[in-house]
C-alpha cells in the first residue's frame, strides 16, 4: 500500500509520499507522553514510517498550544490546526477523531504521564515528580493551555467528562503509586486517602500559576515536598 500524501506535512514530496511505512510517534512537544509506540517499516528500499508520523504528530501538537496561547481554545479547528501545521485534515482525523481528543492530546505532550523508579524514599520521589511538573508549568504558554482546558472541561456537556477525567487519572497515576509505595515501606499511613494525598501533591503548583499568576519555583517544590511528608508520615 502506497502511503497517502496527504498523511504528512504540506511540503511532503513525491517521492516520500509513495514510501509504505506505519508508526506512531511522540512529537518534539510530547516528550512525557506515554503510550504512542509504532512499528517502523520493514523491507528493502522502504523509506522510515516513524519519523514521518512523529512529523504529523509533533506539528499537529504544537499548532494546538500555539493557537490556544495567542488566541484561545475557541481557535482551534481542525481547519486552523491543519492550516497552521501543514498537515491535512484526514491525516489529523485519522489521528484524533474530535477536537476534544485533540486538545487533550495536546495538553498531554506538555504535560503528561510519569514513570518515576522505586527510589526507596517518599521525600526523593515526590520530588522527582514535583520538578519534572515544575519544568512543564514553567514552559511559555503552559499557564493558558491549562487555564483554557479547566474551562473546557467545566463547560462541556455531561458526556464529554470522561475524556478530562480519564487525562487528569493519568497525570495523577504516578503520585498515587509512589505514596501505595510509601505505603508499602511503611512511611506513609496506611489510612491516607490516596486521592486526597495526590491532589494535595498536584493543586498547589497550579494554584500558584493560574490564581497566584506567578510561575512556581524550586521554593514552591521545596516546601510542596515538606509539607507533603509530614502530613502523610507515620511519624507527623
Given at each position: 500500500?502506497?502511503?497517502?500524501?496527504?498523511?504528512?506535512?504540506?511540503?511532503?514530496?513525491?517521492?516520500?509520499?509513495?514510501?509504505?511505512?506505519?508508526?506512531?510517534?511522540?512529537?518534539?512537544?510530547?516528550?512525557?507522553?506515554?503510550?504512542?509506540g509504532g512499528t517502523q517499516a520493514r523491507g528493502g528500499g522502504r523509506g522510515p514510517g516513524r519519523p514521518r508520523e512523529e512529523r504529523v504528530t509533533g506539528a499537529a501538537?504544537?499548532?494546538?498550544?500555539?493557537?490556544?496561547?495567542?488566541?484561545?481554545?475557541?481557535?482551534?479547528?481542525?481547519?486552523?490546526?491543519?492550516?497552521?501545521?501543514?498537515?491535512?485534515?484526514?491525516?489529523?482525523?485519522?489521528?484524533?477523531?474530535?477536537?476534544?481528543?485533540?486538545?487533550?492530546?495536546?495538553?498531554?505532550?506538555?504535560?503528561?504521564?510519569?514513570?518515576?523508579?522505586?527510589?526507596?524514599?517518599?521525600?526523593?520521589?515526590?520530588?522527582?515528580?514535583?520538578?519534572?511538573?515544575?519544568?512543564?508549568?514553567?514552559?511559555?504558554?503552559?499557564?493558558?493551555?491549562?487555564?483554557?482546558?479547566?474551562?473546557?472541561?467545566?463547560?462541556?456537556?455531561?458526556?464529554?467528562?470522561?475524556?478530562y477525567a480519564a487525562y487528569t487519572d493519568r497525570i495523577m497515576a504516578e503520585t498515587r503509586i509512589i505514596l501505595e509505595r510509601g505505603i508499602a515501606r511503611g512511611e506513609?499511613?496506611?489510612?491516607?486517602?490516596?486521592?486526597?494525598?495526590?491532589?494535595?501533591?498536584?493543586?498547589?503548583?497550579?494554584?500558584?500559576?493560574?490564581?497566584?499568576?506567578?510561575?512556581?519555583?524550586?521554593?514552591?517544590?521545596?516546601?510542596?515536598?515538606?509539607?507533603?511528608?509530614?502530613?502523610?508520615?507515620?511519624?507527623?
Amino acid at each position: 500500500m502506497t502511503r497517502d500524501c496527504r498523511d504528512g506535512p504540506a511540503d511532503a514530496t513525491a517521492a516520500s509520499c509513495a514510501v509504505p511505512g506505519s508508526g506512531a510517534g511522540r512529537g518534539r512537544g510530547a516528550r512525557m507522553l506515554a503510550g504512542m509506540g509504532g512499528t517502523q517499516a520493514r523491507g528493502g528500499g522502504r523509506g522510515p514510517g516513524r519519523p514521518r508520523e512523529e512529523r504529523v504528530t509533533g506539528a499537529a501538537l504544537n499548532a494546538v498550544i500555539e493557537l490556544v496561547t495567542e488566541q484561545g481554545i475557541r481557535a482551534v479547528t481542525m481547519d486552523a490546526v491543519a492550516a497552521r501545521a501543514g498537515v491535512s485534515k484526514p491525516a489529523m482525523y485519522r489521528r484524533w477523531p474530535s477536537k476534544q481528543a485533540l486538545v487533550i492530546a495536546a495538553a498531554e505532550s506538555r504535560i503528561g504521564p510519569l514513570s518515576v523508579p522505586d527510589l526507596g524514599d517518599l521525600r526523593a520521589e515526590l520530588r522527582e515528580v514535583l520538578t519534572t511538573r515544575l519544568a512543564s508549568y514553567r514552559m511559555p504558554g503552559t499557564d493558558r493551555l491549562v487555564a483554557e482546558l479547566i474551562g473546557a472541561a467545566a463547560a462541556a456537556e455531561p458526556g464529554e467528562h470522561g475524556a478530562y477525567a480519564a487525562y487528569t487519572d493519568r497525570i495523577m497515576a504516578e503520585t498515587r503509586i509512589i505514596l501505595e509505595r510509601g505505603i508499602a515501606r511503611g512511611e506513609v499511613r496506611p489510612e491516607i486517602d490516596i486521592r486526597s494525598a495526590a491532589t494535595l501533591v498536584a493543586a498547589p503548583m497550579i494554584y500558584r500559576l493560574l490564581a497566584e499568576r506567578e510561575l512556581p519555583d524550586s521554593h514552591l517544590v521545596d516546601d510542596l515536598v515538606d509539607f507533603v511528608v509530614r502530613a502523610v508520615s507515620r511519624t507527623s
